[in-house]
């Protein structure tokens, strides 16, 4: 149990970014309550790369040694659960959680990430982050030259197989239904031999989670080793919007260039607000929001 009530900072989301923020408020002297409900977005993403000196670890791996290095700063407290609620106060903020415990703290950062909003294409959920992929820089290496497929229409399909064209040259664009493209932007992928696939997609064949077919509702189907598709997605907690804090266009929170949240004295990190999914930017964005908010109760202090 948790016998401390009030702290200077709470971070709500104890995964890459909020560990990271833990760690440069915890090395400031801060005292910091970290509240992590232990649902990560990448759980079934079996490595993670593109993240130098931890490159082809298990993101579980990852995370519990970010965990053990953190707690070695004792101002630093762990709560896991889930928060529920946040309200404003004279002094800061409020946070309930889940099992009706109460904590208040002068600044909140939330490293809460997103929740992608995947298809309902049997066969999809069971390959994400595993075959079906989205970013070729964290998994791109490990399929360069593979038969590859990308799941997209329009102008992103266009800009999607573009990218994915320097990985493997064995590329095909399945819009799902009939294609979006533009005619110049059909000339383009036959010129470099993207052939376009306007069949609408039943099911994905897979061996746990290890695409093999795509499967089309014509009956046809392609053989694959790796698909790319970009989900819609959704915050992960709701509890930024219901304080006020302002969303862009992208459905990210909004954020100045000190990761500044339109709420005063609520800060974001992470997914929830960059649009560049990785491990990596995730570590950074956490540990120069913790020296952030070092920086200005400083500067609230010193007067």
Sequence with gaps: MIEQIHFEVIII???????????????????????????????????????????????AAISAKAKKQVQEYKTIQFYDGLATEIEKTNNGFEITTESAN???????????GVKDILPEIDGFASCWGISILHCPYC????VKT?????????????????????????????????????????????????????NEIQSFEHENGN????????????AVKAIY??????????????????????GLLKTDAFQRTTVSGIYASGDNHNPVRSVAMAVYTGSFAGAIINREIIEEDFI
């Design 13 to 59: 989301g104890g995964s890459y970014s909020g560990l990271s923020a833990a760690m440069s408020l915890g090395r400031s002297l801060r005292q910091v309550l970290v509240i992590d409900s232990g649902l990560p977005c990448n759980k079934q993403t079996p490595h993670s790369h593109n993240f130098i000196t931890q490159d082809g670890e298990t993101p």
């Design 102 to 112: 109460i904590f208040t703290s002068k600044k909140v950062l939330f490293s809460t």
């Design 139 to 142: 998994h791109g290496y490990e």
């Design 146 to 198: 593979e038969k590859t497929a990308v799941v997209a229409n329009g102008d992103m399909g266009f800009e999607y197989a573009k990218m994915i064209s320097n990985w493997t040259k064995d590329l095909k664009l399945c819009t799902n239904g009939k294609s979006a493209l533009t005619p110049e932007q059909t000339k383009i992928l036959n010129k470099h031999k993207v052939e376009i696939i306007e």
């Design 211 to 222: 695409i093999q077919h795509i499967v089309f509702k014509n009956g046809e189907k392609t």
């Design 229 to 250: 598709h970009r989900p819609a997605f959704e915050q992960h907690c709701p509890l930024p919007e219901s304080i006020g804090c302002e969303l862009n266009e992208q």
